[in-house]
């Protein structure tokens, strides 16, 4: 069975363009996360969604803001890049919300703004 | 509030020796824990997990870890180390009373395994 699926891979942007990401789950997995991995700040937590709403939200601006759709692919949109916005991105995927699964994550997308 | 330290940022150890990476976290409730593994250019990969029951979990790759909540600690351990080993491993703890499902990773440790 396909694993988690993230596109596209590697991004380059320019400061202050926006960006989507996107991220297929895994088959049947309804629960979608989404983490931010940076060698400064290490791997933190942007948000969650279930049943296309959004459950949980990190501590992030509000230039990050993300969707699910019903077929539970997600996407995260950020607005007005930054330099540090450059991150890898990862997305994590659950049959259901509850912490008990552990994720499944996605290879990431390599964000580099310039 | 919940958090995960990781005792050392980098490790090395011999091929065939004793692979011990340290995992301590502070939680207010029984939290549930988990060591993960990533290799360069990819995402995290599931190694064990600890959410209740019998506090010695063994996990993929050979690797194994305690949970002994006196000394909030869950130490991943794996008897001989293998080349393939070398990795980031990363410790993360969740609160399972929470509604949402975030996780809190430490900062990693990065396993060199030298021949």
């Known amino acids: 069975k396909a694993g988690v699926t993230q596109t596209p891979r590697y991004l380059i942007k320019t400061r202050g363009q926006q960006v989507t990401l996107s991220c297929s789950p895994i088959s049947g997995h309804r629960s979608v996360s989404w983490y931010q991995q940076t060698p400064g700040q290490g791997l933190q937590f942007l948000f969650e969604?279930?049943?296309?709403?959004?459950?949980n939200k990190g501590n992030f601006p509000g230039r990050f803001s993300g969707r699910q759709f019903s077929n539970s692919r997600s996407e995260m949109n950020v607005s007005t890049l930054e330099l540090g916005d450059s991150a890898l991105y990862l997305c994590?995927?659950?049959?259901?919300?509850?912490?008990?699964?552990?994720?499944?994550f996605g290879s990431g997308t390599r964000l580099t703004v310039v | 509030a919940q958090s995960v330290t990781q005792l050392g940022s980098h490790v090395s150890v011999s091929e065939g020796a004793l692979v011990l990476l340290r995992c301590n976290y502070s939680s207010s409730v029984p939290p549930y824990l988990f060591w993960y593994v990533q290799y360069p250019n990819q995402g995290l990969q599931l190694l064990l997990k600890y959410t209740t029951g019998a506090t010695l979990v063994k996990g993929i790759n050979g690797f194994e870890a305690e949970f002994k909540k006196s000394e909030t600690s869950f130490h991943l351990t794996k008897p001989s180390a293998h080349m393939s080993d070398a990795a980031e491993y990363f410790c993360a703890v969740s609160d399972p009373g929470n509604t949402g499902n975030q996780f809190y990773f430490g900062t990693g440790t990065s396993l060199t395994v030298i021949p």
């Open positions: 969604y279930f049943s296309e709403t959004q459950r």
């Open positions: 994590a995927s659950n049959p259901l919300p509850g912490s008990n699964y552990g994720y499944t």
